[in-house]
């Protein structure tokens, strides 16, 4: 499957974004996909997961409240809805799709459990 990231700019602190990430492929709506994050200087590090149905969503800490993922299994593309955005969110975005699709309470946060990447977007919050 190929994906591509899409939706990233330059906001001000306080402001929102919303990235997309399109799949190609049927096999799609079986994947679980989780969304990524590399700051320069920065190991790449989760931040947000869904299930392939879309019952389960999860978060990392520091995004948890501001930061909404969901999915659209028809347009075969995943969204990152990005909220209340700070400084410290800078970094360049991948979207990621995991072929076990993951049910249930565990999900998958690391990136070695994810199978196929996007190229990233960069988001850019000013202070």
């Known amino acids: 499957v190929q994906l591509q990231a899409s939706g990233g700019g330059l906001v001000q602190a306080g402001g929102s974004l919303r990235l997309s990430c399109a799949a190609s492929?049927?096999?799609?709506?079986?994947?679980?996909m989780g969304w990524f994050r590399q700051a320069p200087g920065k190991e790449r590090e989760f931040v947000a997961a869904?299930?392939?149905?879309?019952?389960?969503?999860n978060y990392a800490d520091s995004v948890k409240g501001r930061f909404t993922i969901s999915r659209d299994n028809a347009k075969t593309t995943v969204y990152l809805q990005m909220n209340s955005l700070k400084a410290e969110d800078t970094a360049v975005y991948y979207c990621?799709?995991?072929?076990?699709?993951?049910?249930?309470?565990?999900?998958?946060?690391?990136?070695?459990?994810?199978?196929?990447w996007g190229q990233g977007t960069q988001v850019t919050v000013s202070s």
């Open positions: 990621a799709a995991n072929e076990r699709g993951y049910s249930g309470a565990y999900y998958p946060w690391r990136d070695r459990e994810y199978d196929y």
């Open positions: 492929g049927r096999a799609f709506s079986r994947y679980g």
């Open positions: 869904i299930s392939w149905s879309g019952g389960s969503t």
